[in-house]
Nanobody, 125 residues
Framework: QLRLVESGGGLVQPGGSLTLSCEAS???????IGWFRQAPGKEREGVSC????????FHADSVMGRFTISRDNAKNTVYLQMKNLKPEDTGVYYC???????????????????WGRGTQVTVSS
């Protein structure tokens, strides 16, 4: 079964940057990947996603222009580059994968088959 492991989280000051990685136990070449986050007391929300072919990416309005999602299929890894971080970006960040979507499709809804355990991101001075 596909396993996903997130890394790269940590404590960063407002305005700082972090890059999260999502490494898979097997090929992600045909899978759509989504990044989600969950803050304490809040529901999990979709942040960014990338389609299997990488032809399409989507970002939540709250992170548009600050977050970039990319993938390296040779390394079975998807990245979330986060810049100009804000305190409201704090939360546990999860990556998710699904190989059943159309190759050009991804979604910010949590309708993915496989999930990682998450990595904590804290934005605070």
């Amino acid at each position: 079964q596909l396993r996903l492991v997130e890394s790269g989280g940590g404590l960063v000051q407002p305005g700082g940057s972090l890059t999260l990685s999502c490494e898979a136990s097997e090929t992600l070449e045909y899978s759509a990947i989504g990044w989600f986050r969950q803050a304490p007391g809040k529901e999990r929300e979709g942040v960014s996603c990338i389609s299997g072919t990488a032809a399409n990416t989507f970002h939540a309005d709250s992170v548009m222009g600050r977050f970039t999602i990319s993938r390296d299929n040779a390394k079975n890894t998807v990245y979330l580059q986060m810049k100009n971080l804000k305190p409201e970006d704090t939360g546990v960040y999860y990556c998710a994968a699904d190989g059943h979507f159309a190759s050009s499709y991804c979604t910010l809804n949590p309708n993915y088959d496989h999930w990682g355990r998450g990595t904590q991101v804290t934005v605070s001075s």
